[in-house]
Nanobody, 118 residues
Framework: QVKLVESGGGSVQAGGSLRLSCVASGWTASPKCMGWFRQVPGKEREKVASIESGDQTTYTGSVKGRFTISKDNAKNTLYLQMNSLKPEDTAMYYC????????????WGQGTQVTVSS
C-alpha cells in the first residue's frame, strides 16, 4: 500500500524559508510522478509544483522563482524548498503521487501546515 508522509511545515515570518519533505513507501507500480498541493479552508486544492515524466517540473505562477521541487530517488523522498515566503503561502501542504501515465494524482499524504506571518 502506498504511503506518503510529509514533514517540515511550521510557522515562519514573511521572507523566510521552509523545506518540506515527503517520504514515499509501498510503491511497486509503474514509474511514479509526484507533486505538492496546498489548500486553504474554504478554497479548492491548488497544485503548487510537480515532477512529471522525464523529470519535467511544473510550478503554479505564484510560486515560480521562489519554490523549488526536487526528489531523491535513493531515499524515495520528494522535497519542496520554499523561499521568500509570503502570508498568502499559508496553507496545508499535501504531497501527492500517481503513475506518470495518469492525469490525476491519486495518492495523498496527510498534510503539513505552513503558516507565514507578516
Amino acid at each position: 500500500q502506498v504511503k506518503l508522509v510529509e514533514s517540515g511545515g511550521g510557522s515562519v515570518q514573511a521572507g523566510g524559508s521552509l523545506r518540506l519533505s515527503c517520504v514515499a513507501s509501498g510503491w511497486t507500480a509503474s514509474p511514479k510522478c509526484m507533486g505538492w498541493f496546498r489548500q486553504v479552508p474554504g478554497k479548492e486544492r491548488e497544485k503548487v509544483a510537480s515532477i512529471e515524466s522525464g523529470d519535467q517540473t511544473t510550478y503554479t505562477g505564484s510560486v515560480k522563482g521562489r519554490f523549488t521541487i526536487s526528489k531523491d530517488n535513493a531515499k524515495n523522498t520528494l522535497y519542496l524548498q520554499m523561499n521568500s515566503l509570503k502570508p498568502e503561502d499559508t496553507a496545508m501542504y499535501y504531497c501527492a503521487a500517481k503513475s506518470c501515465w495518469l492525469e490525476a494524482f491519486n495518492y495523498w499524504g496527510q498534510g503539513t501546515q505552513v503558516t507565514v506571518s507578516s
